[in-house]
């Protein structure tokens, strides 16, 4: 196995000479590790200083080392794990770096937030420790204060004592001293003998401040309220909702029953309507209804000896010839036709007629007039107060409560009423035009004649 070839310059066998070490800035060889060029131990590429050829030695062809398929296997990987580590490595050597700072700052955050919780709890059980003392204090004052008072009576007694001792039972007995300090000895032993002294001890340890268990008991006594309290939250919510089912079920069955209870009356009106009509009379001649006013009144149009050809009168019978230009009204059962006619305002050249039924609404508005006239109603302000939707309409039962309650007709009137303005049977009252109407009289002629019983 041969050798690395000799160094340039020396002969076969001998050592080649040091070569110098080049200076290769810190950045530069940064850039070659990270490129992944490869670089010996003095931090060198070996490209760059390959020795030159030996002589005899025939040098690289740079078009051979092209075709060298090592060589070309050799260059893209190294241009690939290259652009990995400047593209994908690094950038994510970066995120973990910047990863250990968000780390270390919430190690921060988390340290500076249990200082300022200790710091709180150091404060609360600091006062609450202050306080215990302070109490200790204050007990241990009043039983020193005690403890002081029974020793001085403790010191007076062994005085006592002692004067007694030395008096009596010295070596040489002095009487005369004796009595002469006896009133004094006695005074004293009578007032200490006598004098009394706290047996009860009144300052006791129960009632020193528990804060601590204090606090505790809230907080049982917080959880237990806070669970009525959302216990009876749950049975308010419980009830309200029940309450508003009920009220809406009873709403409902209300206006299902009033409104089956109307339309019963409405059909019974009806009926009494249609039955009253085979006995109503009307003059032959103007149409005027029989009542008390018109029985024994002249007839204005009943005053001419000869009737047009093109009259057919308003009732099934007819009069005599002689009967005309009497001045006297012809009553008689109204035509059939009549109550299915309609007044057509375009055909000018048509004669308009009020039906018995449209009599029978002039009267009531006429009625309506004289009472809010007299009794100063704001007929706007009433319906206005009813409407909730501010539409200009109500329904019938509304209609009919403020007709009965305010404007003081009876049931036929305003049954009769609520058919002229709802021929339709809609269940909806323009009071909007039922205060046009009582307004203004004339109203009354601009508007179609409408059908009577429309809403059978």
């Known amino acids: 196995m041969e050798g690395p070839p000799p160094r340039a310059g020396g002969k076969e066998g001998e050592e080649a000479p040091p070569v110098k070490k080049k200076t290769i800035k810190k950045k530069a060889a940064d850039t070659s590790k990270l490129s992944g060029i490869p670089e010996d131990a003095e931090g060198v590429p070996p490209d760059s200083k390959r020795a030159p050829p030996h002589p005899g030695e025939i040098p690289e062809d740079p078009n051979r080392m092209l075709n060298n398929p090592l060589f070309a296997a050799y260059k893209p990987?190294?241009?690939?794990?290259?652009?990995?580590?400047?593209?994908?490595?690094?950038?994510?050597?970066?995120?973990?770096?910047?990863?250990?700072?968000?780390?270390?700052?919430?190690?921060?955050?988390?340290?500076?937030?249990?200082?300022?919780?200790?710091?709180?709890?150091?404060?609360?059980?600091g006062g609450i420790i202050e306080r215990l003392r302070y109490a200790e204090g204050v007990k241990l004052a009043i039983l020193n204060h005690e403890i002081g008072e029974l020793q001085k009576d403790i010191e007076r007694i062994s005085e006592i004592i002692n004067n007694f001792n030395e008096l009596a039972s010295g070596q040489v007995v002095d009487p005369a001293n004796f009595m002469a300090r006896f009133?004094?000895?006695?005074?004293?032993?009578?007032?200490?003998?006598?004098?009394?002294?706290?047996?009860?001890?009144d300052v006791v340890p129960h009632d020193l401040p528990r804060e601590l268990t204090e606090i505790r008991h809230h907080l049982q006594r917080y959880r237990a309220s806070q669970a009525l309290l959302d216990f009876k939250d749950e049975v308010i919510y419980r009830l309200s909702k029940n309450a508003k089912l009920s009220t809406r079920e009873a709403i409902e069955e209300l206006e299902k029953t009033s409104s089956a209870e109307m339309a019963e009356w409405a059909k019974l009106t009806d009926k009494f309507a249609a039955q009253l009509k085979k006995y109503q009379l009307i003059c032959f001649y103007?149409?005027?209804?029989?009542?008390?006013?018109?029985?024994?009144?002249?007839?204005?149009?009943?005053?001419?000896?000869?009737?047009?050809?093109?009259?057919?009168?308003?009732?099934?019978?007819?009069?005599?010839?002689?009967?005309?230009?009497?001045?006297?009204?012809?009553?008689?059962?109204?035509?059939?036709?009549?109550?299915?006619?309609?007044?057509?305002?375009?055909?000018?050249?048509?004669?308009?007629?009020?039906?018995?039924?449209?009599?029978?609404?002039?009267?009531?508005?006429?009625?309506?007039?004289?009472?809010?006239?007299?009794?100063?109603?704001?007929?706007?302000?009433?319906?206005?107060?009813?409407?909730?939707?501010?539409?200009?309409?109500v329904n019938s039962i509304i209609f009919s409560f403020i007709a009965f309650e305010i404007l003081r007709l009876d049931q036929g009137e305003i049954t009769q009423l609520s058919r002229f303005l709802d021929p339709a049977g809609t269940n909806s009252i323009n009071y909007i035009e039922l205060e046009k109407l009582i307004a203004d009289p004339k109203y009354f002629e601009s508007i179609p004649i409408r059908e009577f019983g429309a809403n059978e």
């Open 286 to 393: 103007c149409g005027s209804v029989l009542d008390d006013g018109t029985v024994n009144a002249k007839c204005k149009v009943n005053n001419v000896q000869a009737v047009p050809d093109d009259f057919k009168g308003y009732t099934q019978e007819v009069p005599a010839k002689s009967y005309h230009g009497n001045v006297r009204h012809y009553f008689a059962k109204p035509r059939e036709e009549l109550f299915r006619t309609y007044y057509d305002p375009e055909a000018k050249d048509k004669i308009a007629f009020k039906t018995p039924f449209h009599i029978t609404i002039e009267l009531i508005l006429s009625k309506l007039r004289k009472f809010i006239s007299d009794n100063r109603v704001d007929l706007h302000k009433v319906f206005l107060d009813h409407d909730k939707n501010k539409l200009g309409t």
């Open 77 to 125: 990987r190294l241009t690939k794990i290259s652009q990995l580590i400047w593209s994908a490595l690094l950038p994510k050597r970066d995120q973990l770096i910047a990863q250990i700072h968000r780390i270390d700052y919430r190690n921060e955050e988390i340290k500076y937030v249990k200082t300022i919780i200790e710091r709180d709890a150091r404060a609360e059980y």
């Open 183 to 201: 009133q004094i000895i006695n005074e004293n032993l009578e007032y200490m003998i006598a004098k009394p002294f706290k047996v009860t001890i």
